[in-house]
């Protein structure tokens, strides 16, 4: 009878030791957690770019006078040379010798600009030529597996650039005959006894902005409308000087964020070799550089001149690499570390980061495609801690 009852109190307490070990025992942490797999990250800097019109001409005032009221209004189609402007002369006054050599010497600048501008044409288009034919035999080499894919991309780079330079010295051309014709008319003023100055497009497009709509007095230079082209358009992004440097001519870029649901291709153009200093929002002076964009294919006919865009500009493509959600990844020491999950508890893993992007972290070691890794760890998560996925 009383081993009976020794035994009955040792089972008790046997249990109650358990219930009380149970209740005290730690909980698992509720932690979100993800699976490792491998692919493929392109790794991008992003930023904040606007379009804006490649060949953008200012038509000001040739000389002073009574400006008529300008009838243009933005977006109104010109041709190159169509009148844009009158300006009414004053009344028949002879120029003092110090105004007509002053006139004088302005035309004679004038047409000398226009025969640079035309010496240049001349050699932009040599430099095209030349250009299209080395494009050519860049292609026939890559078809026979002669030289590389990016050779060849370098030769396409360079004829695209080659035939944009003519277009841009050509307009220039077009700009100096402007000019010229403008200083040669406000030349040829004196005694025209208030015959109109006509004022000319230097190129086709379209008016941009108009500068000085109503009529009245005006100085000679003062602006009147800016005229270009809106189907040439180029972005520009400024981009912190640290992200500019991994940034080369050459390399693809995507551009969203402009109003409409897809994405637009654009290609590097050129990244200005000077920065300069722009202070953020949160008020902190940061060192920023000017990239260029050239766009290419369909869809940029929606846009036009300064319209906000987002850029995102390819720097690097990692292939067959580990990949994690970035917010799994945080600093240990001098390195990176994840938690991985093994039989319920967290485990710290320092691991390798290559690169990051979108979200995503491509790792070189420390995990294994499949394994499942701790997302956001909290203070609770440590080495050897108890964990249930699922939250909460």
Do not use: C, Y
Not at 99 to 104: D, M, S
Not at 365 to 379: I, T
Request: glycine residues 12%.
């Amino acid at each position: 009878m009383k081993t009976t009852r020794i035994a009955w109190i040792a089972a008790g307490a046997a249990a109650t030791a358990t219930a009380a070990w149970l209740a005290f025992r730690p909980r698992p942490v509720p932690v979100e957690v993800a699976a490792a797999d491998r692919g493929d990250l392109r790794v991008a800097v992003e930023g904040i770019g606007k379009t804006r019109v490649r060949d953008r001409f200012e038509v000001a005032a040739p000389a002073g006078g009574q400006l008529e009221r300008i009838a243009l209004r933005p977006g109104d189609p010109v041709a190159s040379g169509a009148v844009v402007a009158r300006i009414l002369g004053p009344e028949p006054a002879p120029l003092d010798p110090r105004a007509r050599r002053e006139l004088e010497a302005r035309l004679a600048a004038a047409r000398a600009a226009e025969v640079r501008a035309r010496a240049a044409v001349e050699q932009a288009r040599i430099a095209s030529g030349q250009a299209s034919r080395d494009l050519e035999r860049a292609l026939a080499l890559g078809r026979a597996s002669v030289v590389a894919e990016s050779d060849v991309e370098a030769a396409r780079t360079r004829e695209g650039a080659r035939h944009e330079e003519v277009h841009m010295a050509e307009a220039a051309l077009r700009q100096a005959t402007a000019e010229a014709a403008a200083a040669a008319a406000a030349l040829g003023r004196e005694g025209s006894h208030g015959r109109p100055v006509e004022v000319r497009s230097p190129a086709a497009g379209s008016v941009l902005r108009v500068v000085r709509e109503s009529g009245g007095p005006v100085a000679a230079g003062a602006p009147l409308l800016e005229v270009g082209d809106v189907r040439r358009l180029e972005v520009v992004a400024d981009l912190p000087s640290a992200d500019a440097v991994r940034v080369s001519p050459g390399g693809a870029a995507a551009v969203s964020g402009w109003g409409g649901g897809a994405t637009l291709a654009a290609r590097v153009r050129r990244v200005e070799p000077s920065g300069f200093t722009k202070v953020s929002p949160l008020g902190v002076e940061e060192q920023r550089v000017n990239v260029v964009l050239d766009p290419e294919g369909p869809g940029w006919e929606a846009l036009g001149d300064a319209f906000s865009v987002d850029v995102s500009v390819a720097v690097e493509e990692v292939r067959g690499a580990v990949r994690v959600p970035a917010s799994a990844v945080f600093r240990q020491g001098d390195g990176w570390a994840v938690f991985a999950v093994e039989g319920g508890r967290a485990r710290l893993r320092p691991v390798a980061l290559r690169a990051r992007a979108g979200g995503t972290a491509a790792l070189e070691r420390g995990v294994e495609p499949g394994e499942r890794v701790v997302l956001h760890p909290g203070d609770r998560v440590a080495d050897g801690v108890r964990v249930r996925a699922g939250g909460g």
